[in-house]
């Protein structure tokens, strides 16, 4: 089955550092979304990417759609402390059934 | 925006019995939802598509007769986990999505625990 690799597994930066994960994919994908999860609770939803080569923003956040619509990144500028958690990319295949297809999850751990 | 909300959070059950999990769209009405289990330190994997109306939709390896869903409204979808077992407890998730919006954004509950003695 279709599968989206996300990398780095897991990141411990300090304070104030700046933060990449990136994820791809075999597959073609028409939607590309970004998830943050805290322990304990569910996934939400920080960007949504909906056209290739599409670069958005959401305060401290980026994400940009890849033009092969086979990846996407996420950054994020000057981490704070509350920026820890599990961060997850999702996409949506152009079959458009409305499921998504989760990446492994980058662990995100910041040090003050 | 879009609220989705689970019911309970947590639950701790004996091994043999059924749970029954409830996912409410609050503010918006869904005429499809999607339930997921996460294990620790892992992925989501979805389970099962919910259509509001009609059966639901399985993904490959997933017991339609152990885990029972019903999508009765347009607001509400429920998971039953039925006859549990130590291996089923996870944590369950629901998402959904609003009606004619066709970007594939899905909006996560709060999940719920579930936990098998």
């Known amino acids: 089955g279709q599968q989206l690799n996300q990398s780095p597994q897991s990141m411990f930066i300090q304070e104030g550092e700046d933060v990449s994960m990136n994820c791809t994919s075999s597959s073609i994908f028409n939607t590309w979304l970004w998830y943050k999860q805290d322990p304990g609770e569910g996934p939400v939803l920080l960007i949504a990417l909906y056209k290739a080569g599409e670069l958005t923003s959401n305060g401290r956040l980026t994400a940009q759609f890849g033009i092969t619509r086979k990846d996407s990144f996420l950054n994020i500028s000057a981490s704070i402390p509350s920026d820890v958690g599990i961060y997850f990319c999702?996409?949506?295949?152009?079959?458009?059934?409305?499921?998504?297809?989760f990446g492994q999850g980058t662990t995100l751990q910041v040090k003050p | 925006g879009a609220v989705v909300s689970q019911h309970p959070s947590w639950v701790i059950c004996k091994s043999g019995t059924s749970v029954k999990i409830e996912c409410r769209s609050l503010d918006f009405q869904a005429t499809t939802m999607f339930w997921y289990r996460q294990f620790p330190k892992q992925s989501l994997m979805l389970m099962a598509t919910?259509?509001?109306?009609?059966?639901?939709?399985?993904e490959q390896g997933v017991e339609k007769d152990k885990f029972l869903i019903n999508h009765a409204s347009l607001t509400l979808s429920t998971l039953t986990v039925t006859s549990a077992h130590p291996e089923d407890s996870s944590f369950y998730i629901c998402?959904?999505?609003?009606?004619?919006?066709?970007?594939?954004?899905?909006?996560f509950g709060e999940g719920s625990r579930l936990t098998v003695l």
């Open positions: 998402s959904a999505r609003r009606p004619g919006r066709d970007t594939g954004e899905l909006f």
């Open positions: 999702a996409g949506q295949l152009p079959s458009n059934t409305g499921k998504l297809i």
């Open positions: 919910s259509n509001e109306g009609s059966k639901a939709t399985y």
